[in-house]
């Protein structure tokens, strides 16, 4: 992660109009099953650096476009965020993130955070915790946050409503 972070320190958000769209999972239901991932607006300016930015980007508006899915369905706004596993490791995936939901967006103390579920479980079957509340309370906590950058929140928003939402169709 360090050295991809250090591939895109001058890259500048929004990749100077590269853009990806990440739909290549497989039976996707929005867009559809049809859709397939794709990379826009390459140009001479373009090489490696952006393209892995391009696809920071893109799998952070792809996650914002769930979260607003799910804010919708809930009626419940989301305020903050948490982010774990190997995309965690990474600052600029931590702060890009953070830029593009523009919200808060915190790492634990450790990255694998299956195996620490797994411990909490074990904990409280071994009677080491009276409850799961407790047992989280106890087992795990924040680590570094990532505030948004308001002035690349900005750029982001208006890169994830005039182009990436309507990319697609």
């Keep these: 992660e360090e050295l991809f972070d250090d591939l895109i320190e001058?890259?500048?958000?929004g990749c100077m109009g590269l853009m990806l769209q990440p739909y290549w999972?497989?039976?996707l239901k929005l867009p559809g099953p049809e859709a397939k991932g794709s990379s826009i607006g390459f140009g001479d300016v373009h090489n490696r650096a952006y393209l892995y930015r391009s696809i920071l980007e893109g799998l952070a508006y792809a996650l914002r476009e769930g979260?607003?899915?799910i804010e919708?369905?809930?009626?419940i706004p989301i305020t903050s965020l948490r982010v774990s596993g190997g995309g965690s490791q990474s600052r600029k995936a931590m702060q890009t993130t953070a830029d593009i939901f523009g919200l808060p967006t915190a790492k634990p103390h450790l990255y694998e955070t299956s195996g620490l579920g797994a411990a909490i479980d074990a904990a409280v079957g071994l009677g080491l915790h009276d409850t799961f509340e407790g047992a989280v309370k106890a087992m795990t906590h924040v680590g570094e946050v990532f505030e948004p950058?308001?002035?690349n929140h900005r750029l982001y928003d208006a890169l994830y409503r005039d182009v990436y939402r309507k990319l697609y169709k």
């Design 10 to 13: 001058d890259v500048p958000a």
């Design 25 to 27: 999972t497989p039976g």
């Design 67 to 69: 979260k607003e899915r």
């Design 72 to 75: 919708k369905r809930t009626g």
């Design 149 to 151: 950058n308001m002035e």
